[in-house]
């Protein structure tokens, strides 16, 4: 079965760091490009970093740039986010899957609040 499960959210004070998991199954992570996406109440579910197959190209949204680190496992299938510096505008709901995004992949998310 395929599936993505998200780990590490928590809350956290402004300036303070968390570093997210996400575990893929082989089937979904093996070959693929990886996100890692977040949704914030109210807001749409959008995209803050990815990264290619072969770990070799990052992307990051201007906002997280320089804040964030995403990288990948290819021998574990998992992707991790380190989130450094964090800021009360960072909550939300934080997610990993496939990039371009594969909507049957959702899954549950980790919660991040970070508190001012």
């Known amino acids: 079965q395929e599936h993505l499960v998200e780990s590490g959210g928590g809350l956290v004070q402004a300036g303070g760091s968390l570093r997210l998991s996400c575990a893929a199954s082989?089937?979904?992570?093996?070959?693929?490009?990886m996100g890692w996406y977040r949704q914030a109440p109210g807001n749409q579910r959008r995209l803050v970093a990815r990264i290619n197959s072969l770990a070799d190209i990052k992307y990051y949204v201007d906002s997280v740039k320089g804040r964030f680190t995403i990288s990948r496992d290819n021998a574990k299938n998992t992707v991790t986010l380190q989130m450094d510096s964090l800021k009360p505008e960072d909550t939300a709901v934080y997610y990993c899957n496939v990039f371009p995004v594969m909507s049957a992949y959702w899954g549950q998310g980790t919660q991040v609040t970070v508190s001012s």
């Open positions: 082989r089937s979904i992570f093996s070959g693929n490009s």
